[in-house]
């Protein structure tokens, strides 16, 4: 079973030696750091990466994976021990049409504006100054992570590190999340009326006991065992 942690290169490290030992680390390429951790579990490594200037520049931060059925807490590079959390990517959405579930590259839609979701011109040309987002219709980019449709997508990636399908998250979350046009509080006030409903019915159930009119109810005879 293939599963991927995030590693953090951000050791509690005095002094100018953490500076040497993370730039050291940096400074490995992928394939070492397999070569060098693949006792420990290790079958694949990628450094994530951040533009700046037009420059691809790597960060403390690689992406593993491990063939295993439980994941690390730490493992050990050297002599340092390096914590590791789950990874948990961000929802990939289309920077083409500015839906979720697609890359622009596969995108088939026709190209939308990512502030006003106008589809006569593109995000970096976009003049107007109301926002509108193209998937839930509120005032704010598509790309916002205020989302209420960025937030389901995200949860649903939550979901997935679970060892579960994305289809069978994807379910989980669409159903405890609340339908358009319902408030959650509504959502939640409906099934506390059901819960109470059904406790109501049960009781009854338990005390409707048939009980005989008092006149056909004979006496019992005193019986003294000798």
């Not at 046009?181 to 059901?194: D, E, M, R, W």
Request: proline share 6%.
């Amino acid at each position: 079973m293939i599963r991927e942690l995030k590693l953090h290169f951000d050791l509690k490290i005095i002094g100018k030696t953490k500076k040497t030992l993370e730039k050291a680390l940096v400074q490995h390429t992928d394939a070492e750091l397999v070569e060098e951790l693949n006792l420990q579990g290790l079958c694949a490594a990628r450094r994530i990466q951040i533009r700046q200037d037009g420059r691809l520049i790597p960060t403390k931060h690689v992406i593993l994976t491990f063939e295993t059925p439980v994941l690390p807490k730490f493992i050990r590079a050297g002599y340092l021990r390096c914590s590791v959390q789950p990874y948990i990517p961000n929802p990939l959405g289309c920077f083409q049409y500015q839906r979720y579930g697609h890359s622009h590259q596969a995108c088939r839609g026709k190209p939308k504006c990512a502030k006003c979701a106008a589809s006569d011109h593109d995000t970096n040309s976009c003049t107007s100054e109301t926002l509108k987002c193209l998937n839930c219709a509120e005032a704010h980019p598509a790309y916002s992570k205020s989302c209420p449709k960025w937030q389901i997508e995200k949860e649903i990636l939550n979901l997935k590190i679970k060892n579960i399908s994305f289809a069978e998250a994807r379910k989980i979350v669409n159903d405890r999340t609340p339908k358009s046009g319902i408030s959650y509080s509504t959502v939640l006030k409906s099934q506390f009326t059901n819960i109470s409903v059904n406790a109501t019915q049960t009781d009854e159930c338990l005390t409707k006991l048939v009980c005989p009119p008092l006149k056909k109810l004979q006496p019992l005879e005193n019986t003294i065992a000798l």
